[in-house]
């Protein structure tokens, strides 16, 4: 592996803790880093650390962004140095030869839409199972912490409420059955409501959502509005919605606000409650994912 990253510049714009541990992995690995709002860590100190994210990316062969992604402006909020750095990826995108990787955890629709508009070969990691698989163990467990935190009843005989039954769902769904919640799992893919109800769920077509409401806690997978002021108008007041998805999540916050719902958009949980694993899923898979890159474009200059 080393042999592929070896030189190679490799840029990485904003960081949370994992990225940080990356980072000192693909510097062992000798890559050649540009490091943009990183804090000062020992481990770091070969690498370039600067302010100017177009400055960071020029002669780049591959452009790393944080797995907490950014937000809907194309914006990286997430970073370790100073408080008024920005680091803007609509204005680096134009900036990067067709076909360079870029490497993200989800990539919001501005970002989607320039990879295309200049040829730029977009890597969405929350999406590998690789990654995701592995991710889904500290989000369940995160997830699990937040509503804890946030209520005034133990998750054991609790009413539960699992929207989407994907890699986060189901890791989601039986740690609250191993708590000994009452989980209901809502889907629309009739194959996951199978598999919930085989997994000792209560299955809940999403068609029906609305005939069932009465819940101490709601999880939500699902990145789409599932949970409109419609159906948050029939809950008790005492209910506690936990929000995984990204973008701008499947619940109307304002809706939730008005009716004084506790709902809580938790983003970006494995970096949050378990940075060390969520950094070793990290080191594990993206330096091998950087490498086959690279070296794909190796090959076809060659050609």
Same mark, same amino acid.
């Given at each position: 592996?080393?042999?592929?990253?070896?030189?190679?510049?490799?840029?990485?714009?904003?960081?949370?803790?994992?990225?940080? *541990?990356?980072?000192?992995?693909?510097? *062992?690995?000798?890559?050649?880093?540009?490091?943009?709002?990183?804090?000062?860590?020992?481990?770091?100190?070969?690498?370039?650390?600067?302010?100017?994210?177009?400055?960071?990316?020029? @002669?780049?062969?591959?452009?790393?962004?944080?797995?907490?992604?950014?937000?809907?402006?194309?914006?990286?909020?997430?970073?370790?140095?100073?408080?008024?750095?920005?680091?803007?990826?609509?204005?680096?995108?134009?900036?990067?030869?067709?076909?360079?990787?870029?490497?993200?955890?989800?990539?919001? !629709? $501005?970002?989607?839409?320039?990879?295309?508009?200049?040829?730029?070969?977009?890597?969405?990691?929350?999406?590998?199972?690789? $990654?995701?698989?592995?991710?889904?163990?500290?989000?369940? *467990?995160?997830?699990?912490?937040?509503?804890?935190?946030?209520?005034?009843?133990? $998750?054991?005989?609790?009413?539960?409420?699992?929207?989407?039954?994907?890699?986060? @769902?189901?890791?989601?769904?039986?740690?609250?059955?191993?708590?000994?919640?009452?989980?209901?799992?809502?889907?629309?893919?009739?194959?996951?409501?199978?598999?919930?109800?085989?997994?000792?769920? *209560?299955?809940?077509?999403?068609?029906?959502?609305?005939?069932?409401?009465?819940?101490?806690?709601?999880?939500?997978?699902?990145?789409?509005?599932?949970? !409109?002021?419609?159906?948050?108008?029939?809950? !008790? @007041?005492?209910?506690?919605?936990?929000?995984?998805?990204?973008?701008?999540?499947?619940?109307?916050?304002?809706?939730?606000?008005?009716?004084?719902?506790?709902?809580?958009?938790?983003?970006?949980?494995? @970096?949050?409650?378990?940075?060390?694993?969520?950094?070793?899923?990290?080191?594990?898979?993206?330096?091998?994912?950087?490498?086959?890159?690279?070296?794909?474009?190796?090959?076809?200059?060659?050609?």
């Amino acid at each position: 592996m080393a042999g592929q990253l070896a030189g190679a510049p490799v840029s990485m714009l904003g960081c949370d803790q994992r990225e940080v *541990e990356l980072a000192a992995a693909l510097l *062992e690995l000798g890559a050649d880093l540009r490091l943009v709002g990183f804090p000062p860590d020992e481990r770091l100190k070969k690498a370039l650390h600067l302010r100017d994210p177009k400055a960071a990316v020029q @002669g780049t062969k591959a452009v790393l962004a944080p797995m907490s992604s950014t937000d809907a402006a194309g914006r990286v909020a997430a970073h370790m140095a100073d408080s008024d750095l920005l680091i803007d990826l609509t204005e680096v995108i134009p900036l990067l030869p067709s076909g360079t990787p870029l490497l993200i955890g989800v990539a919001r !629709p $501005i970002i989607r839409g320039l990879a295309t508009q200049y040829s730029v070969r977009l890597v969405e990691l929350a999406e590998l199972d690789e $990654i995701a698989i592995l991710n889904a163990v500290p989000t369940a *467990e995160g997830a699990i912490q937040v509503a804890m935190e946030n209520t005034a009843i133990t $998750i054991h005989n609790s009413r539960c409420l699992v929207l989407g039954y994907g890699r986060c @769902g189901s890791a989601l769904a039986a740690r609250l059955l191993a708590l000994g919640a009452r989980v209901t799992v809502c889907a629309r893919s009739e194959k996951d409501l199978a598999a919930a109800f085989a997994a000792g769920c *209560e299955p809940l077509p999403l068609a029906t959502l609305a005939r069932q409401y009465t819940f101490d806690l709601i999880f939500n997978t699902i990145p789409a509005m599932v949970l !409109p002021r419609s159906y948050l108008r029939l809950l !008790p @007041g005492t209910a506690v919605i936990v929000d995984l998805a990204s973008g701008p999540g499947g619940t109307d916050f304002n809706a939730a606000a008005q009716l004084r719902l506790k709902a809580i958009h938790a983003l970006s949980l494995p @970096g949050k409650v378990a940075p060390k694993t969520a950094a070793s899923i990290l080191v594990k898979t993206v330096p091998r994912l950087l490498e086959n890159l690279l070296g794909e474009d190796d090959h076809g200059s060659e050609r």
